[in-house]
């Protein structure tokens, strides 16, 4: 039975038996006991599926997992100890040396250092393309070695909304999947699988755990890439494994579950980037709320984003859902039941004015953190993004007197006085 996306924030993945836990049990334990050496290397070798050694896969992730790819409506996902380890796993299980991947410019700090600086260490090239590009520029980006597509739905810092149907048509028309980065709508604002995305990828730490209790990510497939209908650009997916005797993951898995079943049997086995058991624990109790949580996080931004513009103390005010937003209109397609919780803008007396403001507010608290029940904020240009060169920053969205302002779930009528009274405090 088809559930409303409310019904599967509470009640997905989990589905207990007669007289198990209602709530879904931490499983605290590394290993797991057989009975006999066979029944285990049955498990070594993929033959069988269970648990044996929860750097590979535990039940209490596993279930949570079960919930995101259900949110997603997708066929599988993959938990991981954060959004970095997601998007790192989501591209290197497509990508090997001398490959190359085609980004969306406008992207979180963290994974344009990931992509420029160390994923390029590894010998595989990107090609970093601005959302508003031409078509002949996009097409300009393909080479024969291009793997994937990646961009933010909604980009972190520089709110731009991603024309998905458009880079994923690209990505399929170049036999290579779209991967996007979902963080900011969740799953409850927009599914990028309704819309031609292959992969789906979430930093868990943000709405998702909403409460700023765990670090976590998320890889989520669609399982609708047919890997093998382009055998040649994916032979990690197409060809003999030979560290699992040979196995070729898009036979035995199929298209549904090749890729998931990679980067477990893979990429968790060789990097160990796993989400504790108690870390998708409190993930989940943030998953029950998310579809509530985020209706308040979107109209807190929206009043806030509407009360900014009116500011005379501020230069320019950047929300999707903001009327008259240059990224409205895609918004409105891809986002209509709002968009995120954060709004961006500019203190009009510059740099200085903007570290002032901040600190003169009483509610919204500066953090390194975004998308959280508590509202906060931050100056990016010198903190998450400050690796950046001025040109980088530009090719981001970001300017120095830009302050992200993260809405949390407070009274809106509070936000807008606190902010109202730390604007006031800059004159005084
Ligand atoms: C925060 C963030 C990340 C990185 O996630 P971590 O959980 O901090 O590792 C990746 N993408 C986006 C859009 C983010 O906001």
């Known amino acids: 039975m ?3 996306i409310d019904t599967i924030c509470v009640q997905g993945g989990w589905r207990p038996g007669n007289g198990e836990p209602r709530q879904v049990p931490i ?3 590394t290993t797991f006991k057989y009975d006999s050496g066979r029944d285990m290397s049955r498990l070594f070798d993929l033959e ?10 535990n039940p209490t992730t596993d279930a949570v997992a079960a919930k ?4 997603e409506g997708g066929t599988g996902a993959v938990l991981t100890s954060s959004g970095q380890a997601a998007n790192f796993f989501a591209v290197f299980n497509l990508a090997n040396a001398g490959d190359h991947v085609i980004s969306l ?6 994974t344009h250092n990931l992509f420029a600086v160390t994923m390029r260490k590894m010998g595989i090239d990107f090609t970093f393309i601005p959302p508003e590009c031409t078509d002949e520029e996009l097409e300009a980006a393909f080479r ?12 972190n810092p520089a709110l731009t909304v991603l024309d998905i149907e458009r880079f994923a048509r690209a990505a399929h028309a170049h036999g290579v999947p779209l991967i996007v980065d979902n963080t900011f709508p969740t799953p409850v604002k927009c599914r990028p699988f309704e819309w031609g995305a292959d992969i789906v990828t979430h930093s868990t730490t943000k709405y998702m755990d909403g409460h700023g209790a765990a670090v976590g990510g998320c890889v989520v497939d669609s399982g609708r890439f047919d890997w093998m209908a382009h055998k040649d650009k994916f032979p990690g997916l197409t060809s003999p494994d030979e560290s699992y005797h040979g196995l070729v993951y898009a036979e035995k898995f199929g298209i549904a579950g090749a890729y998931t079943a990679k980067i477990t049997a893979q990429l968790m086995r060789d990097f160990g980037c796993a989400q504790s058991p108690q870390s998708a624990f409190y993930l989940n109790l943030g998953l029950e709320s998310l579809h509530l949580r985020m209706d308040r996080h979107c109209s807190n931004a929206l009043a806030v984003a509407r009360f900014l513009k009116q500011c005379p103390e501020i230069s320019w005010v950047s929300h999707p859902s903001l009327e008259g937003d240059k990224n409205h209109a895609l918004a409105q397609k891809y986002l209509p039941q709002g968009s995120c919780g954060v709004v961006s803008f500019g203190v009009k007396a510059g740099r200085e004015a903007a570290e002032a403001f901040m600190q003169n507010l009483r509610i919204a608290a500066i953090e390194t953190h975004v998308a959280d029940a508590r509202s906060c904020c931050l100056h990016p240009a010198s903190t998450t993004h400050r690796q950046l060169s001025p040109e980088e ?12 302002f993260s809405c949390g779930i407070e009274s809106p009528d509070d936000l807008i006085a606190d902010i109202k009274n730390a604007l006031a405090r800059l004159h005084s």
Do not use: H, M
């Open 68 to 71: 995101i790819a259900a949110l």
């Open 48 to 57: 069988a599926s269970g648990y044996f050694y929860s750097r590979l896969q």
């Open 2 to 4: 088809r559930q409303d």
């Open 105 to 110: 410019s406008t992207i979180y700090g963290g």
């Open 393 to 404: 920053l530009a090719a981001c969205g970001i300017s120095p007197e830009l302050v992200r």
């Open 144 to 155: 024969p070695n291009t793997k994937a597509v990646f961009g933010e739905t909604i980009a």
């Open 27 to 29: 499983i605290q334990s």
